[in-house]
């Protein structure tokens, strides 16, 4: 049986990694002291619970509980300013599962925490690594905001890696999330069973014009890069009104001007673009109008264009089986309060549905905020998740 106050301890532990902030918040970016911290205490708690650790090349840290285990995780590693459920939800509710499976000789639960899950690198890149949605070496020479490479970041992990972890000794994976968004909370239900996860582009965009003295230069001589940008933004809005649906979504959230100063013309704009949907068509036309709306900015304005290498993700469908199981145990846990429900955000169940059927299941987040300070849930709704994947567990083992 599963301890949800043991669950709860060790949840509020984690925590303690990078806690920051008011509230609930955590600072724990992949690879840093605080997450790094984590995984080390996460592989003790795992080999208490007499699982196997093995941590892969990339820092994604498994407990193993042998052959046809089924894997139930998610990853520990946080936005820049996070909260304390994301990923971490998932993660602990897999050791609290693997352990009480040790404990019962209940069915074989496996459980792990993959790295940079939160994308300081790109979309979900440990899980994308360890499936082989992108090769080790193509994602070490990714950079970070502040240049840094992958390649040169993992090593604050060397000590920790085993080796490869072989997928093949796991009949299934399940990953326990927050919701992340605002619909359990307002209508009141418990829990969410995910039909389908949204596919995901994104990529860097570079304006490069001339830097400029702000006082003396006439705005008709100007290479203004963050006008640029202003006047790119504005198109694509206009552009993508007859392409995309209510559930499209698109976001500018990392800008970088240079050389960000008061009195000086930015002679460069770098930022992110990216965009989500459900359909694989819908997110090729945008790149299409982004692609066209920033060469057509550029030239009018006598910018030159450069982009990065485009990051992605496809949509998926969760497993049928897995899925019918967590829905048996939300009725059994919330009889009529929960509900199926597409994912809006990116999980590492995108990645391991090339490796084995995958499923998800939902909390609801309070005030439908995340990747904040102020994401939170109330215990007795994690607590209900943590039955229901107990109860879909048990089932799947029938
Ligand atoms: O951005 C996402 O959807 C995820 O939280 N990494
Ligand atoms: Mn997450
Ligand atoms: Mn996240």
Redesign the pocket.
């Known amino acids: 049986m599963t301890d949800p106050d043991r669950f709860l301890a060790d949840f509020h532990k984690l925590r303690s990694f990078g806690a920051a902030g008011v509230g609930k918040g955590v600072v724990r970016p992949a690879y840093g002291d605080a997450d790094v911290g984590a995984r080390q205490w996460l592989a003790s708690r795992m080999t208490e619970a007499g699982l196997r650790v093995e941590v892969d090349p990339m820092g994604n840290v498994f407990g193993l509980a042998g052959a046809g285990s089924l894997l139930v995780g998610s990853?520990s590693d946080s936005?820049p300013e996070g909260g304390w459920l994301?990923?971490a939800l998932g993660v602990i509710a897999g050791l609290e599962l693997a352990r009480a499976a040790k404990e019962t000789g209940g069915p074989p639960v496996s459980c792990v925490s993959f790295q940079d899950?939160?994308?300081r690198w790109g979309?979900?890149t440990g899980s994308a690594v360890w499936a082989g949605n992108i090769e080790q070496d193509k994602a070490d020479a990714l950079t970070d905001h502040a240049g840094i490479a992958l390649g040169d970041a993992r090593q604050a992990m060397d000590t920790m890696v085993t080796g490869p972890v072989d997928p093949a000794q796991f009949g299934g994976f399940i990953e326990m999330h927050i919701e992340?968004g605002p619909h359990l909370d307002t209508t009141g239900e418990r829990i969410g069973v995910v039909t389908d996860i949204v596919g995901?582009r994104d990529m860097k965009v570079t304006f490069e014009g001339q830097q400029n003295h702000a006082g003396t230069t006439p705005m008709h001589l100007r290479r203004d890069a963050f006008q640029a940008l202003a006047a790119f933004n504005a198109s694509i809005e206009e552009r993508f009104r007859n392409v995309v649906t209510p559930r499209t979504v698109w976001t500018i959230g990392h800008v970088s001007l240079h050389p960000n100063a008061s009195s000086i013309v930015p002679g460069r704009a770098v930022f992110s673009m990216q965009w989500?949907d459900a359909d694989g068509d819908r997110l090729k036309r945008m790149e299409e109008i982004i692609r066209d709306t920033a060469a057509e900015v550029a030239d009018a304005r006598g910018m030159t264009l450069s982009f990065g290498p485009m990051l992605g993700l496809e949509p998926v469908e969760m497993d049928a089986r897995l899925r019918g199981a967590l829905e048996t145990g939300a009725e059994e846990v919330a009889p009529a309060r929960w509900r199926r429900m597409p994912s809006?955000?990116?999980?590492d169940a995108t990645n391991v549905s090339r490796l084995m059927p995958v499923a998800m299941l939902f909390v609801p987040s309070i005030d439908g905020i995340?990747?904040a300070f102020a994401e939170d849930t109330r215990e007795e709704d994690l607590v209900a998740g943590l039955k229901v994947l107990d109860a879909a567990v048990q089932r799947l083992r029938r």
């Open positions: 990853h936005q994301d990923g899950e939160e994308g979309v979900t992340q995901i989500r809006g955000a990116l999980h995340s990747h």
